[in-house]
C-alpha cells in the first residue's frame, strides 16, 4: 500500500530539511512526497529539487502562488498512492506515523478515513493535542464531534482514502482561515466509517508568524464565511435535518474563533446572521461551559478574554 504525503509550500526554505527528513526516517517504506511549490520566492525550489535529485520519492510541482488549498489540490491531483495525508512544511510527523496509519488500514481494509492524534509544539515544549476519544464512528456520529469541536477539524494528522477526493472537493474561495475544516466536513460526508487511532503521529509546530496568530476584521470576517460555506454544503446533503443544532454549536466556535483576530461587533451583518439563526441552547448546550460563557460575554460585553478561550 503506498502513502502520497502531500506537503504545500511557500516560502519554506528553512523548514524543509526538517519536513523531508522525517519523512525519509520513516519505519513505513512505501510512500511518496509530493512538494507542491506555491511560488516561492525564496531558495525552496532549489532546496526542493536536491532532495529530488537525491530520494526518487519525492516529487515537485511548481505552480504560481494559489494559497494552501489549492497547493493541496494539486498534490491530490498529481498523487499515486493509495492513500493519503497531508504535511505542512514547518511540522513534522513521528518516525513510525505512516506504520501506525498503515497498520489501522491492515485492520480495517479499504477504511475511509484515519484519524490519530497531535503533538503541539510551541517554545520547545511538546504536549498531545486533544484526544481522539473513539475507535470507530459512523460518519453521522464523528460530523457532530467535529462541529461540536470534540475532535480536532485540521486534514492534518488523519489518512484519506484517495478515491474520496473524486469528484473534486468544493474549497472555499479567498478564505485562509477555516478552509480545512471546509474540506474535511466534504470527505467525512463521502465516508460510512471512521477509525480513531490515540497515537499522537503528527507534530504541530506552533510558530508567531502563523496566520492564526494575525490580527485583522478580515481574517475575522473569513473565519466565519468559512461557517456560512460549510453550512451551504450540509444543507444540501440528506444528513442536514440531523445537524441543524450542531450547525449552531460550529458558529458559536468559530464566532469565538473570530475574535482572537478582531471583534466585529452586534451590528456587523456575520454576527447579527448568528445571533438570529444559531443563538439557542440547543447549540450553547453542546460547548464546554468555558466556551460558551465566553461567547455571551464578549457578545454581551464586547471584549476579548483570552483566559477562557
Not at 21 to 41: H, M
Not at 125 to 136: D, E, P, T, W
Request: proline residues 3%.
Amino acid at each position: 500500500m503506498k502513502i502520497s504525503v502531500i506537503i504545500p509550500i511557500y516560502n519554506g526554505e528553512h523548514y524543509i530539511p526538517a519536513c523531508l527528513s522525517c519523512l525519509q526516517k520513516q519505519t513505513y517504506l512505501d510512500w511518496e512526497a509530493v512538494c507542491v511549490n506555491d511560488g516561492s520566492t525564496d531558495n525552496s525550489e532549489r532546496i526542493l529539487l536536491g532532495y529530488k535529485h537525491l530520494d526518487p520519492r519525492i516529487r515537485l510541482i511548481s505552480q504560481v502562488n494559489q494559497g494552501v488549498a489549492r497547493a493541496r489540490e494539486s498534490g491530490v491531483s498529481e498523487a499515486s498512492g493509495d492513500y493519503i495525508t497531508f504535511l505542512d512544511i514547518d511540522d513534522t510527523l513521528k518516525e513510525n506515523a505512516l506504520e501506525i496509519l498503515e497498520r489501522e488500514v491492515q485492520e480495517y481494509p479499504g477504511i475511509g478515513i484515519i484519524v490519530a492524534g497531535l503533538n503541539i509544539i510551541s517554545d520547545g515544549k511538546s504536549r498531545k493535542g486533544r484526544a481522539v476519544g473513539f475507535k470507530k464512528l459512523d460518519s453521522l456520529s464523528f460530523l457532530k464531534r467535529v462541529l461540536h469541536g470534540e475532535n480536532s477539524w485540521e486534514l492534518c494528522g488523519k489518512m484519506y482514502r484517495k478515491d474520496l477526493f473524486i469528484p473534486e472537493v468544493k474549497v472555499p474561495e479567498n478564505i485562509r482561515i477555516g478552509e480545512d475544516i471546509a474540506v474535511f466536513v466534504q470527505l467525512i460526508s463521502r465516508v460510512d466509517m471512521i477509525i480513531g487511532c490515540e497515537y499522537s503521529i503528527y507534530n504541530y509546530i506552533q510558530h508567531s508568524t502563523s496566520v492564526s496568530h494575525i490580527q485583522s476584521v478580515k481574517l475575522a470576517e473569513e473565519t466565519l464565511e468559512a461557517a456560512c460555506f460549510i453550512e451551504k454544503y450540509l444543507k444540501q446533503q440528506k444528513k442536514y435535518e440531523n445537524l441543524k443544532n450542531d450547525i449552531g454549536s460550529m458558529f458559536l466556535l468559530f464566532y469565538s474563533n473570530s475574535t482572537r483576530r478582531a471583534i466585529l461587533g452586534r451590528s456587523h451583518p456575520l454576527i447579527r446572521y448568528i445571533r438570529k439563526h444559531h443563538w439557542h441552547l440547543k447549540a450553547f448546550i453542546h460547548l464546554p461551559w468555558l466556551k460558551a460563557m465566553y461567547v455571551l460575554m464578549n457578545y454581551y460585553l464586547g471584549v476579548s478574554i483570552r483566559l477562557l478561550k
